[in-house]
């Protein structure tokens, strides 16, 4: 068992910038890739970035690519989404996610992922 939390969240003006945390507890951090979701209301969750194990290899929305950077830091258990020039349009509930490393996986697809934070809100007033 994974346990996650997300924290980091707020209201930001647009063109502002905010970083999510993860923290892990329970399991071998390093075992897992790690994924970002949004979801905004009335909206289902989406697909924001994930980042392998190791954190060699990196994945992003369209919609985020160039402005969001996910990494993560395995000594302290921790993933992270940098987030720039945001955009009144990435206001969303967010959550950070997990899935073991072994076994081939569709980074972008939520139903992969096998355990969730709790989410944090991030609004971007205009």
């Known amino acids: 068992q994974v346990q996650l939390v997300e924290s980091g969240g707020g209201l930001v003006q647009a063109g502002g910038s905010l970083r ?3 923290a892990a507890s329970g ?16 909206k289902e969750r989406g ?16 919609s ?5 950077t996910i ?6 258990n921790t993933v992270y989404l940098q987030m720039n020039s945001l955009k009144p349009e990435d206001t969303a509930v967010y959550y950070c996610a ?3 490393r072994w076994g081939s ?7 992969d992922y ?13």
Do not use: E
Not at 27 to 42: D, L
Not at 64 to 68: C, I, L, P, S, W
Not at 105 to 111: F, H, L, V
Not at 114 to 126: A, D, E, H, L, R
């Open 27 to 42: 399991r071998t951090f390093s075992n897992y890739h790690m994924g970002w979701f949004r979801q905004a209301p009335g």
């Open 71 to 76: 990494s993560r830091d395995n000594a302290k």
């Open 47 to 62: 697909f924001v970035a994930a980042i392998n194990w190791s954190g060699s290899s990196t994945y992003y929305a369209d």
């Open 20 to 22: 999510l945390s993860c």
């Open 105 to 111: 996986i569709a980074y972008s697809r939520s139903s």
């Open 98 to 100: 997990a899935v073991d």
């Open 64 to 68: 985020v690519k160039g402005r969001f």
């Open 114 to 126: 096998k355990y969730w934070g709790q989410g944090t809100q991030v609004t971007v007033s205009s």
